[in-house]
């Protein structure tokens, strides 16, 4: 039978707290159908954020977060005109611009006369630094929202990395420690982390250095080793199918002595 603490990651996304059933589809979109898939939905990359109080020491094209302060709205008068939003970072004008946008969202989210931090990619247009669609509009209090540096996930029509971002976090924080498979000889071999963390460890990068490909191919293939061949990877894939390589279902199988038909498959439709 199934272990009674691997029945929450193997419920389905529709039990998790601001997920209804317009979101559910999106997810199913790039099969994310179990709590647990929001797991094994790794990043394919993942991106740095600079936090800069004077605009003047930013890179023009990088990511950057600025502390601005919002002065006027210039909404757009026609399908195509971008919407500008006129700001100020340290004295220097910054806009913040939006294309098709939709004015009372934009209003709502830059207040005039407000404080905001803003993330996005810098750029310097008709002498003019400009962010268009910043991935990120924050008040001051929630500054710590922003990460210096994020993971980035495969998506679809409809979601956006934030959305993504919000919904792995909310799963790992429940996630349960669960025994180790690998043996303790190559987990000091390899200097491989518990599941666990390995888990928060490929969802949450916290060095710098990972920014770079190379650097963050050891723990890309960590996480490839762990959740592509564990023997918890297998169980869910077997509960999913419903049906063994034998031809028997599932429930006709226990975990840990095997098929009935004498397979000797400890978990069935396994990679």
């Known amino acids: 039978m199934r272990p009674s603490y691997l029945n929450n990651l193997l419920s389905p996304i529709n039990l998790v ?7 559910e589809k999106l997810f199913n979109r790039i099969d994310i159908n179990l709590k647990v898939h929001f797991l094994w939905h790794l990043p394919y990359n993942i991106i740095k954020r600079q936090k800069h109080e004077n605009i003047h020491d930013a890179q023009i094209n990088t990511l950057v977060t600025l502390k601005i302060k919002v002065l006027k709205h210039v909404p757009s008068r026609f399908k195509k005109q971008p919407y500008r939003v006129h ?7 910054i806009d913040i611009v939006f294309f098709y946008a939709r004015h009372p969202v934009v209003k709502k989210n830059l207040p005039e006369e407000e404080i905001r931090f803003v993330s996005g990619k810098l750029e310097y247009f008709r002498n003019t630094y400009q962010i268009t669609h910043p991935s990120h509009i924050i008040e001051t209090k929630g500054i710590n929202e922003i990460k210096n540096i994020e993971p980035i ?4 029509a409809g979601l956006s990395q934030k959305i993504i971002s919000k919904y792995i976090e909310q799963i790992i924080k429940n996630i349960p420690n669960l025994n180790e498979w690998i043996d ?9 982390s518990n599941w666990k963390n390995s888990i928060v460890r490929i969802h949450n990068p916290d060095k710098i250095e990972w920014v770079d490909d190379n650097d963050y191919q050891p723990v890309k293939n960590e996480a490839h ?16 199918k419903e049906i063994c390589s034998c031809g028997h279902k599932v429930i006709d199988c226990d975990c840990k002595a095997g098929c009935k ?3 000797n498959k400890r978990f069935l439709g396994a990679y």
């Open 17 to 23: 707290t601001g997920i209804g059933p317009k979101i």
């Open 87 to 93: 700001c100020i970072c340290n004295e220097t004008p």
């Open 153 to 156: 996930y495969s998506l679809t």
């Open 184 to 192: 303790e000889f190559y987990l000091k071999k390899y200097n491989f």
């Open 225 to 240: 080793i762990r959740f592509g061949t564990s023997s918890y990877n297998r169980a869910v894939d077997s509960f999913q």
């Open 261 to 263: 038909c004498g397979c």
